[in-house]
């Protein structure tokens, strides 16, 4: 797990039906809140779905080449047919905390098929640009309510590989018993450290640091459609 990188570059070589039947075992082997089994994954077999998947998400060279991608939905639609089936009410689905439940049960299965495939010598990348437009990924994949595409996952045999990236200085992520902004270190040295790491890697090199590109990611809001979104799904988002 120490050695994770992403992999944005891969051989054009599909993946086999026991190797996809383990990384679907390993989705479905992880931790669920209350056992809800809140997820699906679809494999994206078809070109002309994928092809737009991968013109949505800004990913298109490593989602069309790659072993397989698999988008990964918040589900809960199983749960609302059962509701349904009962003659019950729906409402308990719609409250945020049910959307965290769903989203955070979708993570934990991808994180698991993530560390599955590296342990086979596969390489991974998460795909959040299929947001880009997740109104229209969720029309293409035929969502039903109560259901979300969280993110993509494309899996496939590397061929070329970043360094690791370096992570945050552990004092500025873990503390003991509060939440301990003294212990924070200035980052001043980790700047300098993605600096060098974004100047000297393999591919997509940018002159760059932690502190820079964070600001410039949340400097305004991104993807303003994704409420209303999830309100058309049947979240109430309170
Ligand atoms: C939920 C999620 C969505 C992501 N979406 C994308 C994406 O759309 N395109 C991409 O190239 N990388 C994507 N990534 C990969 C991150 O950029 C990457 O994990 C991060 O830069 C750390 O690098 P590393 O994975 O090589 O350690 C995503 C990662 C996560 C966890």
Redesign the pocket.
């Known amino acids: 797990m120490q050695k ?3 992999v ?1 570059q891969f051989k054009d070589q599909p993946l086999s039906a026991d190797m996809k039947q383990q990384l679907m075992t390993a989705a479905q082997s992880g931790s669920s809140s209350n056992f809800v089994q809140a997820f699906s994954v679809i494999e994206i077999s078809n070109k002309t779905i994928k092809d737009e998947l991968a013109e949505i ?3 298109a060279p ?1 989602v069309k080449k790659s072993g397989v991608f698999y988008v990964f939905v918040a589900d809960l639609y199983r749960q609302s047919k059962m509701l349904k089936d009962a003659k019950k009410s729906t409402d308990g689905l719609k409250n945020m905390e049910e959307l965290l439940v769903a989203s955070v049960d979708t ?1 934990i299965a ?1 994180e698991d098929m993530a560390v599955a495939a590296e342990s086979l010598g596969l390489g991974i ?6 947001r880009n437009d997740i109104r229209r990924v969720a029309e293409l994949l035929h969502l039903p309510r109560f259901t979300f595409p ?3 996952m494309t899996i496939g045999f590397p061929e070329n590989k ?1 360094q ?2 370096p992570r945050l200085p552990k004092s500025n992520q873990f503390s003991v018993d509060t939440y301990d902004i003294s212990s924070f270190t200035d980052l001043t040295d980790y700047d300098q450290q993605i600096h060098n790491y974004y100047l000297n890697r393999g591919s997509n090199n940018q002159s760059t640091d932690w502190t820079e590109k964070n600001v410039d990611f949340f400097k305004e809001i991104r993807r303003d459609d994704i409420g209303s979104f999830l309100k058309d799904q049947g979240f109430s988002l309170n």
């Not at 990348?125 to 299929?130: D, F, H, K, N, V």
């Open positions: 994770h990188v992403s944005r998400s800004n990913s490593y993570t991808a990348c998460y795909i959040g640009g299929i969280l993110f993509g970043n690791v990236k």
